[in-house]
Protein backbone atom coordinates (compact mmCIF):
# COMPACT_ATOMS: atom_id res chain seq x y z
CA UNK A 1 0.00 0.00 0.00
CA UNK A 2 2.73 2.21 0.69
CA UNK A 3 4.18 1.82 -2.62
CA UNK A 4 0.59 2.67 -4.39
CA UNK A 5 0.72 6.05 -2.47
CA UNK A 6 3.82 6.89 -2.89
CA UNK A 7 3.89 6.31 -6.83
CA UNK A 8 0.25 8.07 -6.56
CA UNK A 9 2.43 11.27 -4.95
CA UNK A 10 5.11 11.16 -7.54
CA UNK A 11 2.66 11.02 -10.56
CA UNK A 12 0.37 13.95 -8.74
CA UNK A 13 3.69 15.99 -8.68
CA UNK A 14 4.49 15.24 -12.24
CA UNK A 15 1.28 16.43 -13.82
CA UNK A 16 1.13 20.06 -13.06
CA UNK A 17 4.90 20.17 -14.35
CA UNK A 18 3.72 18.72 -17.86
CA UNK A 19 0.50 20.78 -17.57
CA UNK A 20 2.96 24.34 -17.29
CA UNK A 21 5.54 22.88 -19.84
CA UNK A 22 5.20 25.48 -22.42
CA UNK A 23 7.61 24.91 -25.99
CA UNK A 24 11.12 26.63 -26.06
CA UNK A 25 11.87 26.19 -29.58
CA UNK A 26 15.34 26.42 -29.75
CA UNK A 27 17.32 27.43 -33.12
CA UNK A 28 16.94 23.41 -34.38
CA UNK A 29 15.24 20.25 -33.02
CA UNK A 30 15.68 16.50 -33.39
CA UNK A 31 12.37 13.77 -33.51
CA UNK A 32 12.65 10.04 -33.58
CA UNK A 33 9.43 8.25 -34.45
CA UNK A 34 8.31 4.62 -35.07
CA UNK A 35 5.02 3.48 -36.93
CA UNK A 36 4.48 -0.43 -37.77
CA UNK A 37 1.55 -2.49 -39.55
CA UNK A 38 0.92 -6.33 -40.10
CA UNK A 39 -2.24 -8.06 -41.87
CA UNK A 40 -4.35 -10.05 -39.47
CA UNK A 41 -2.50 -12.87 -39.60
CA UNK A 42 0.86 -11.14 -39.49
CA UNK A 43 1.94 -13.19 -42.26
CA UNK A 44 3.07 -9.25 -44.01
CA UNK A 45 4.58 -6.95 -41.60
CA UNK A 46 6.28 -3.54 -42.00
CA UNK A 47 8.37 -1.73 -39.37
CA UNK A 48 9.47 2.08 -39.79
CA UNK A 49 11.62 3.87 -38.28
CA UNK A 50 12.14 7.96 -38.55
CA UNK A 51 14.08 10.56 -37.75
CA UNK A 52 14.51 14.54 -39.12
CA UNK A 53 16.53 17.26 -38.01
CA UNK A 54 14.81 20.96 -38.50
CA UNK A 55 16.01 24.33 -38.43
CA UNK A 56 13.42 27.08 -37.17
CA UNK A 57 13.34 29.98 -39.07
CA UNK A 58 10.76 31.39 -36.86
CA UNK A 59 8.82 30.94 -33.55
CA UNK A 60 5.78 29.12 -36.06
CA UNK A 61 7.95 27.63 -39.27
CA UNK A 62 10.44 24.89 -39.22
CA UNK A 63 12.49 23.54 -42.50
CA UNK A 64 14.42 20.08 -42.05
CA UNK A 65 15.57 17.05 -43.80
CA UNK A 66 13.34 13.51 -42.57
CA UNK A 67 14.32 10.04 -43.22
CA UNK A 68 12.26 7.23 -43.13
CA UNK A 69 13.97 3.23 -42.92
CA UNK A 70 11.47 0.95 -43.60
CA UNK A 71 11.63 -2.95 -42.51
CA UNK A 72 9.10 -5.42 -45.01
CA UNK A 73 9.00 -8.86 -43.99
CA UNK A 74 6.62 -11.04 -45.96
CA UNK A 75 5.76 -14.96 -45.08
CA UNK A 76 8.16 -17.28 -46.90
CA UNK A 77 10.28 -14.30 -48.16
CA UNK A 78 13.73 -12.31 -46.75
CA UNK A 79 13.27 -9.02 -45.08
CA UNK A 80 13.28 -6.36 -47.34
CA UNK A 81 14.71 -2.91 -46.29
CA UNK A 82 13.64 0.66 -48.35
CA UNK A 83 14.02 3.77 -46.97
CA UNK A 84 12.78 7.19 -48.14
CA UNK A 85 14.74 10.96 -47.66
CA UNK A 86 12.73 14.50 -47.86
CA UNK A 87 12.96 17.76 -47.34
CA UNK A 88 9.89 19.28 -45.65
CA UNK A 89 8.57 22.59 -44.49
CA UNK A 90 6.06 22.88 -41.49
CA UNK A 91 4.51 25.87 -40.17
CA UNK A 92 3.00 25.25 -36.19
CA UNK A 93 -0.03 27.42 -34.79
CA UNK A 94 -0.45 28.61 -31.61
CA UNK A 95 1.73 28.93 -28.36
CA UNK A 96 0.68 26.96 -25.84
CA UNK A 97 1.90 23.38 -25.00
CA UNK A 98 -0.03 21.94 -28.07
CA UNK A 99 0.83 23.10 -31.24
CA UNK A 100 -1.05 21.84 -33.92
CA UNK A 101 1.19 21.72 -37.66
CA UNK A 102 0.57 21.61 -41.58
CA UNK A 103 3.27 21.26 -44.02
CA UNK A 104 4.71 19.60 -47.02
CA UNK A 105 7.58 17.25 -47.91
CA UNK A 106 8.99 16.18 -51.00
CA UNK A 107 11.90 13.75 -51.54
CA UNK A 108 12.85 10.57 -52.85
CA UNK A 109 12.22 6.71 -52.26
CA UNK A 110 14.95 4.09 -52.36
CA UNK A 111 15.39 0.68 -51.60
CA UNK A 112 15.58 -3.35 -52.47
CA UNK A 113 11.86 -3.95 -53.64
CA UNK A 114 10.77 -0.67 -54.51
CA UNK A 115 10.81 1.91 -57.91
CA UNK A 116 13.33 4.10 -57.26
CA UNK A 117 11.30 7.80 -57.29
CA UNK A 118 10.54 10.98 -56.16
CA UNK A 119 7.61 11.37 -53.64
CA UNK A 120 5.71 14.45 -52.11
CA UNK A 121 2.84 16.06 -50.75
CA UNK A 122 0.69 17.63 -47.51
CA UNK A 123 1.63 16.71 -43.76
CA UNK A 124 -0.25 17.67 -40.38
CA UNK A 125 0.25 16.77 -36.94
CA UNK A 126 0.29 18.29 -33.40
CA UNK A 127 3.42 18.28 -30.99
CA UNK A 128 2.47 18.57 -27.52
CA UNK A 129 5.66 19.85 -25.26
CA UNK A 130 5.91 17.88 -21.86
CA UNK A 131 9.24 19.59 -20.66
CA UNK A 132 10.85 23.06 -21.86
CA UNK A 133 12.77 21.44 -24.37
CA UNK A 134 10.95 18.07 -25.11
CA UNK A 135 7.78 17.06 -26.81
CA UNK A 136 5.69 14.02 -28.11
CA UNK A 137 4.53 14.79 -31.67
CA UNK A 138 2.11 12.54 -33.93
CA UNK A 139 2.00 13.26 -37.90
CA UNK A 140 0.08 11.99 -41.31
CA UNK A 141 1.96 12.16 -44.15
CA UNK A 142 -0.40 11.82 -47.87
CA UNK A 143 2.94 10.69 -49.86
CA UNK A 144 2.50 10.43 -53.83
CA UNK A 145 5.63 8.74 -56.19
CA UNK A 146 6.24 10.44 -59.14
CA UNK A 147 8.78 9.77 -61.96
CA UNK A 148 9.13 14.13 -63.00
CA UNK A 149 7.11 17.29 -62.75
CA UNK A 150 4.12 15.81 -65.19
CA UNK A 151 3.51 12.94 -63.85
CA UNK A 152 3.23 14.41 -60.08
CA UNK A 153 -0.30 16.19 -61.59
CA UNK A 154 -1.49 13.10 -63.06
CA UNK A 155 -0.41 10.60 -59.53
CA UNK A 156 -1.59 13.05 -57.03
CA UNK A 157 -5.22 11.00 -56.66
CA UNK A 158 -3.12 7.89 -56.13
CA UNK A 159 -1.27 8.33 -52.86
CA UNK A 160 -1.07 6.59 -49.60
CA UNK A 161 -0.75 7.70 -45.82
CA UNK A 162 1.81 7.43 -43.18
CA UNK A 163 1.19 7.62 -40.11
CA UNK A 164 3.73 7.96 -37.00
CA UNK A 165 4.46 8.68 -33.14
CA UNK A 166 7.38 9.99 -31.48
CA UNK A 167 9.40 12.51 -29.40
CA UNK A 168 11.29 15.61 -29.93
CA UNK A 169 13.99 17.85 -28.68
CA UNK A 170 14.64 21.78 -29.47
CA UNK A 171 17.99 22.95 -28.84
Known amino acids: MKKLFKTSLLVAAMVPA????????????ITLSGAGSSDKDFDS??????GSWGQYLSESSLWGVRQTI????????????????RVFYDYMFGTGPA???????IGG???EQVDETFMG??????????QDNTFITAMAEYQFLFKSASDAQDRYDDGAIF???????NF
Open 18 to 29: MAMAEPMTGGQE
Open 45 to 50: TVLSVQ
Open 70 to 85: NARDNEGDNVNFDGST
Open 99 to 105: RPFIGAS
Open 109 to 111: IYG
Open 121 to 130: GPELGVKYWV
Open 163 to 169: YSVGIGY
